[in-house]
């Protein structure tokens, strides 16, 4: 594995390559993210494309990405990582309704919201379009107000 560093407008974001695939992307503080020795050596020439998609949803408001990915996990976390892909640009969908869409048992959005946690490829793999049940912000790992940052960004409110 190596990792490049880029500027973006919620401060530096870590791009994790692995197998030549966008394993990780995080912000400076990130809630679980792995230790940096995990990441090997730094090359800010790795990931170019995944870079250049991220600087134009920041920039140009790129509403998908097409960036090879790396998903590690459980393959619960797996699923979930998978299911957050489909929510839409500039949408949002509660952890409840997640796990309904993965057909899980009700009582699962806790479990559902645990892997949704962890996603390591925020951003590409949009955890942030995920709220609690009464459309408030819940946890992020990059922080509550990056969070609203790219909703706000995904509604047109307010454009880094």
Known sequence: M???????PLGPLMLVEKDDRL???YME??????PMETFGDRDDSVLP???EQ???????GRTTFDIPLHLGGTPFQQR?????????YGETTTYGE???TLGLVPGASRAVGLANGKNPISIIVPCHRVVGSTGSLTGYGGGLDRKQALLDHERGDALF
């Open 54 to 60: 991220l600087t134009e949803y920041f920039e140009q």
């Open 29 to 34: 503080q990130h809630r679980h993210r792995p």
């Open 80 to 88: 979930v990582w998978t299911a957050l892909q489909d929510i839409p």
């Open 2 to 8: 190596t990792f490049a560093v880029m500027d973006s």
């Open 23 to 25: 394993a990780g992307v």
């Open 49 to 51: 494309a995944a870079a």
């Open 98 to 100: 997640l796990a309904r």
